[in-house]
């Protein structure tokens, strides 16, 4: 009886890990002259000497690689200054938009209103027809002791 027990190794697992560890080992070789490639291609190009006047070559570099940094931040500024100007412009027309449908409201309220003053008045004429006798029976007056009824 040993204390210890021996597996012996799987080969085909063994030769399996050896194919993946050697496959990632080129995925970071790829990546990596990929980088080295990007790093060539986004190199800063010469310094014109000319076009930055009195500055060093280092002040000259870096200022070129700042432009790209301050342009973005620049493209960013316009979208924001776009997006607030085209939300004036939406605030704007709700604004506009509001104001025809309160005059819309206001014509419609001053409209019912001088209906239902007609309506009342006509209903108030109607009352007072309906309460008083007409023209054609003023003899009322004299038939005696029936309007003193009352």
């Known amino acids: 009886?040993?204390?210890y027990v021996?597996?012996?190794p799987n080969e085909t697992r063994r030769n399996q890990l050896q194919q993946v560890s050697f496959c990632t080992c080129?995925?970071?070789?790829?990546?990596l002259n990929g980088l080295e490639q990007w790093k060539k291609e986004h190199r800063p190009g010469p310094v014109d000497s000319t076009s930055y006047g009195k500055e060093s070559e280092a002040q000259a570099r870096q200022k070129q690689q700042m432009m790209p940094i301050q342009s973005k931040y620049q493209q960013k500024h316009k979208r924001e200054e776009y997006v607030k100007v085209k939300k004036a412009a939406e605030e704007a027309e709700i604004l506009k938009k509001k104001a025809?449908?309160?005059e819309k409201l206001t014509?419609?309220?001053k409209s019912?209103?001088?209906?239902?003053?007609?309506?009342?008045t006509n209903e108030l004429l109607n009352r007072l027809?309906?309460?008083?006798?007409?023209?054609d029976s003023c003899q009322t007056a004299n038939r005696g002791q029936e309007s003193t009824a009352w």
Do not use: Y
Request: cysteine-free; hydrophobic content about 45%.
């Open 1 to 3: 009886v040993h204390p």
């Open 112 to 120: 019912w209103s001088h209906i239902i003053k007609v309506i009342k």
């Open 100 to 102: 025809i449908q309160r």
């Open 129 to 135: 027809d309906l309460g008083f006798p007409k023209s």
């Open 6 to 8: 021996l597996i012996t």
């Open 26 to 31: 080129s995925v970071a070789k790829k990546e």
């Open 107 to 109: 014509w419609l309220l």
